[in-house]
């Protein structure tokens, strides 16, 4: 499956914007689906997941409340609502699709493709 990321930019802080990811090759119901970021100089760190069927959920302590992740499966898509913007979420976002059927929704290893990233950037 191949993903791309988009709806990244300058917000200032307490701004929201919404981040989308379109998958192609594959319908996405077949894969949990995930968000993670990267500021400069630090790791990978896991933001959201959301469920094949995305009745469940699971976020990243930081975002928790802030943001929303949600998936449309006839459009093969996944977003990232984010609201209530800090300066501390500035990085690049990064969707991913997880194949298998493990528990480590919350570690890149887990994921199995990746989209290229869209920057956000919140200003203070």
């Known amino acids: 499956v191949q993903l791309q990321a988009s709806g990244g930019g300058l917000v200032q802080a307490g701004g929201s914007l919404r981040l989308s990811c379109a998958a192609s090759g594959r319908t996405t119901n077949n894969y949990l689906m995930g968000w993670f970021r990267q500021a400069p100089g630090k790791e990978r760190e896991f933001v959201a997941a959301i469920s094949r069927n995305g009745y469940s959920t699971y976020y990243a302590d930081s975002v928790k409340g802030r943001f929303t992740i949600s998936r449309d499966n006839a459009k093969n898509a996944v977003y990232l609502q984010m609201n209530s913007l800090k300066p501390e979420d500035t990085a690049v976002y990064y969707c991913?699709?997880?194949?298998?059927?493990?528990?480590?929704?919350?570690?890149?290893?887990?994921?199995?493709?990746w989209g290229q990233g869209t920057q956000v950037t919140v200003s203070s």
């Open positions: 991913a699709a997880d194949r298998s059927y493990g528990l480590s929704y919350y570690s890149p290893n887990e994921y199995h493709y």
